[in-house]
T-cell receptor
Framework: QKEVEQDPGPLSVPEGAIVSLNCTYSNSAFQYFMWYRQYSRKGPELLMYTYSSGNKEDGRFTAQVDKSSKYISLFIRDSQPSDSATYLCAMGVGGSYIPTFGRGTSLIVHP | DSGVTQTPKHLITATGQRVTLRCSPRSGDLSVYWYQQSLDQGLQFLIQYYNGEERAKGNILERFSAQQFPDLHSELNLSSLELGDSALYFC????????????FGPGTRLTVL
């Protein structure tokens, strides 16, 4: 079993939909959690970073962490075609600055 | 544009060969990370350098090596290449060795035939 599990998709939604992207993990020592967005033929870019359970909001994006269930989510409201990309979750142990990445979920938002 | 540059963009080579991938970090960033991304394994951390010194090692094969030069650019050397080494190789940089956002370059796509 991989430490971080993420459904590769693809997930196809219409423009304006609310998107939910998820990861589960097995290592209870993970303390920080991140979401990266990767456009085709580009490197990943950091979208959200959180250190605690609960919700963190940034514009149309909300990151949610449930440490008791070892489950994290990224919600995208009012999705746009420009949100079409691969979304990677990443997480790490406190004191280690090298995160473990999920395989990424491919999201397609069609007009 | 993250400010991290990688060359070349694409590399096609044969099994058994050796290649060198180059990375220039963002201006002022001291830390460089190398990652391998393949369809089946996802993004895997290989190695980190901080100000010229190796700081952390991940799933890096013995056939692979890296170094960071005094001007802070880094090179990843891949030798005795196998078909399974075909992947995207990313370099990322951050300001320090502690937690700071890692900025990723555009990657080098390596194809081993």
């Amino acid at each position: 079993q991989k430490e971080v599990e993420q459904d590769p998709g693809p997930l196809s939604v219409p423009e304006g939909a609310i998107v939910s992207l998820n990861c589960t993990y097995s290592n209870s020592a993970f303390q920080y959690f991140m979401w990266y967005r990767q456009y085709s033929r580009k490197g990943p870019e950091l979208l959200m970073y959180t250190y605690s359970s609960g919700n963190k909001e940034d514009g149309r994006f909300t990151a949610q962490v449930d440490k008791s269930s070892k489950y994290i989510s990224l919600f995208i409201r009012d999705s746009q075609p420009s949100d079409s990309a691969t979304y990677l979750c990443a997480m790490g142990v406190g004191g280690s600055y090298i995160p473990t990445f999920g395989r990424g979920t491919s999201l397609i938002v069609h007009p | 544009d993250s400010g991290v540059t990688q060359t070349p963009k694409h590399l096609i080579t044969a099994t058994g060969q050796r290649v060198t991938l180059r990375c220039s970090p963002r201006s002022g960033d001291l830390s460089v990370y190398w990652y391998q991304q393949s369809l089946d394994q996802g993004l895997q951390f290989l190695i980190q350098y901080y100000n010229g010194e190796e700081r952390a090692k991940g799933n890096i094969l013995e056939r692979f090596s890296a170094q960071q030069f005094p001007d802070l650019h880094s090179e990843l050397n891949l030798s005795s290449l196998e078909l399974g080494d075909s992947a995207l190789y990313f370099c990322a940089s951050s300001a320090t060795s502690g937690y700071n956002e890692q900025f990723f370059g555009p990657g080098t796509r390596l194809t081993v035939l």
